[in-house]
């Protein structure tokens, strides 16, 4: 059974950072395409950006680049999204989430419960 646990969410000032974590379960994720989605309030989900099997990065939303880094330690199947120069706009759930490719394709087909952030002063 797919499990996926995301943790390290909260409150932080704009310009702050945070250090998502997603703790995999019920299957080896080094195969897979990982991917961090997020959904505002009264907003639909989106998709933020994508770690393929080969550790390739694709951003779906163009304001995280240079400030978001999706990354995997296949060893603890675990995936990690590091949040830097945080602004209100980033607020939302968090969700990590995979699909059933090795290649990011903005697809998926599992999520977990998501962890919230908010940043404000």
């Known amino acids: 059974q797919v499990q996926l646990v995301e943790s390290g969410g909260g409150l932080v000032q704009p310009g702050g950072s945070l250090r998502l974590s997603c703790a995999a379960s019920?299957?080896?994720?080094?195969?897979?395409?990982m991917y961090w989605l997020r959904q505002a309030p009264g907003k639909e989900r989106e998709g933020v950006l994508c770690?393929?099997?080969?550790?390739?990065?694709?951003y779906y939303v163009n304001s995280v680049k240079g400030r978001f880094t999706i990354s995997r330690d296949n060893a603890k199947n675990t995936v990690y999204l590091q949040m830097n120069s945080l602004k209100p706009e980033d607020t939302a759930v968090y969700h990590c989430a995979t699909g059933t490719v090795a290649w990011c394709e903005d697809e998926y087909d599992y999520w977990g419960q998501g962890t919230q952030v908010t940043v404000s002063s």
């Open positions: 770690i393929s099997s080969r550790n390739e990065t694709e």
């Open positions: 019920g299957f080896t994720l080094d195969y897979y395409a």
